[in-house]
């Protein structure tokens, strides 16, 4: 059982003026757990140190790792409280679970809101187009190359239909026992 979040591009822009070509929007928080935040770049940043700390925090209150679901309900926890003056992003948690022994996947809205899917989620400029690539292309039960064949079909033909995206992408392929991360080149237009 994998799990592969991926958030499209690697492009930080304003509007239709590419200022960066490899802006991170995902960032491991612990073994085999990923927070991917895809919207406004000085709230990334400020959510993604929120988020450190408030796991360093845990873990020496606890005495051990967040599980995926924890770290998402936290993380829902942090977007609420700042509900009237909100952080712009739009959080994808990806993840596996090692004490149920299955992968976990949520995205939320940009004050919280938890989902929770069977399948896939998606998030970032080309959020739309992707939807519909993944859904075209996703299955049950696909293995690990499979899952990147599918993912990078999906994100080099979602970025072919948005012409603000772009720059490749980076991909992170989380199994029981390991993460292989991938970069994807794309178009650079």
Same mark, same amino acid.
């Given at each position: ?53 408030? $796991?360093?925090?845990? /873990? !020496?209150? +606890? ?12 993380? %829902? ?64 039960? $696909?293995?690990?190359? /499979? !899952?990147? +064949? ?12 948005? %012409? ?26």
């Amino acid at each position: 059982m994998t799990v592969c979040p991926s958030l499209p591009d690697l492009r930080f822009g304003i509007n239709r003026h590419t200022v960066m070509t490899d802006f991170p929007k995902t960032f491991e928080m612990g073994p085999g757990l990923f927070v991917g935040l895809a919207g406004l770049a000085t709230d990334i940043q400020t959510v993604q140190q929120k988020l450190n700390f408030r $796991m360093k925090m845990f /873990e !020496l209150r +606890e005495g051990r790792k967040m599980r995926p679901n924890t770290f998402s309900t936290m993380l %829902s926890h942090l977007l609420y409280e700042r509900r009237f003056g909100p952080f712009f992003v739009n959080p994808i948690v990806a993840g596996y679970d090692y004490v149920e022994n299955k992968p976990f996947i949520s995205s939320m809205d940009l004050i919280g809101a938890i989902t929770i899917p069977e399948d896939f989620v998606a998030a970032g400029t080309s959020e739309d187009s992707l939807m519909g690539m993944c859904e075209a292309l996703w299955f049950e039960n $696909m293995n690990p190359e /499979e !899952l990147f +064949e599918a993912t990078s079909q999906a994100i080099m033909n979602s970025f072919d239909r948005d %012409s603000l995206a772009g720059w490749g992408a980076e991909v992170h392929i989380i199994e029981k026992h390991q993460v292989t991360t991938r970069r994807i080149k794309t178009r650079m237009d």
